[in-house]
């Protein structure tokens, strides 16, 4: 009985942690794909929250990442390869800025922020 009683409290005790730090997916009413032609351009994207940090990240595992928790500064950009991101925390708008694509090959950027405990992504493409 006693053996019963340390395996259901250790359960318990794992569903307990695991609840406290699961950890979810929510755009925040920010698009999931933004898609560029070749000739590049200017997309104006917006969601519900302002957020405090965003990365841009490639297939690759590169990445360039940006963290703005200064509250008197409302708008902070990141250039990231052949993508500009300018996001606006007061209005909740994220400007994204691509040159263009001269490679011959599909391009693929992932836009990546957290807010409070769900991670939104934008994946970026722009066309060949």
Known sequence: MK????????MLMVFSIN???SITHNQHGYPEKVKFSKDGGERIISGEVGLYYFSIENNNGGSDFIYMH???VDEFSLQYEWLTVIHNRKTHQFKLI???N???KKRKLIIGSQYYDTFLD???????
């Open 3 to 10: 053996k019963l009683i340390k395996i259901i409290a250790v």
């Open 19 to 21: 609840g406290c730090f």
């Open 70 to 72: 200064d509250s008197e």
């Open 98 to 100: 691509a040159e263009p």
């Open 102 to 104: 001269t490679t011959k």
């Open 122 to 128: 934008i994946f970026v493409t722009q066309s060949k």
